[in-house]
Nanobody, 125 residues
Framework: QVQLVESGGGSVQAGESLRLSCSAS????????IGWFRQAPGKEREAVAA???????IDYADFVKGRFTVSRDNSKNAYLQMNNLQPDDSAMYYC???????????????????WGQGTQVTVSS
């Protein structure tokens, strides 16, 4: 079992930045890939970014367009740096963990076993 807790969300203006954190209840380095997902009201959940269990491989959704950076430390934490935020980025952001993970699964929500409660990001124009 892994518990995940997100933090760092908030309300910002368009063009500003936020850094989201995902803290696990135990060491997840070299065991679990971490994915970031988001869901806006009335929309389906979508993948944002993912980082492999070693940290060597990173995947981004096309809409990120170089604005977001995912990273992780060698213990319990993962991060999502979001720059040049736009109103369309407003959503609840979730981190999730899957044991192992491949390029085919890291951006697939169904492949993830553990999920955090989410942190709200609101971007106003």
């Amino acid at each position: 079992q892994v518990q995940l807790v997100e933090s760092g969300g908030g309300s910002v203006q368009a063009g500003e930045s936020l850094r989201l954190s995902c803290s696990a209840s135990k060491d997840i380095h070299r065991v679990y890939s971490i994915g970031w997902f988001r869901q806006a009201p009335g929309k389906e959940r979508e993948a944002v970014a993912a980082i492999s269990f070693t940290g060597r491989y990173i995947d981004y959704a096309d809409f990120v367009k170089g604005r977001f950076t995912v990273s992780r430390d060698n213990s319990k934490n993962a991060y999502l740096q979001m720059n040049n935020l736009q109103p369309d980025d407003s959503a609840m952001y979730y981190c999730a963990a899957q044991a192992g993970g491949t390029s085919e699964t890291r951006l697939e929500a169904s492949a993830y076993t553990y999920w955090g409660q989410g942190t709200q990001v609101t971007v106003s124009s």
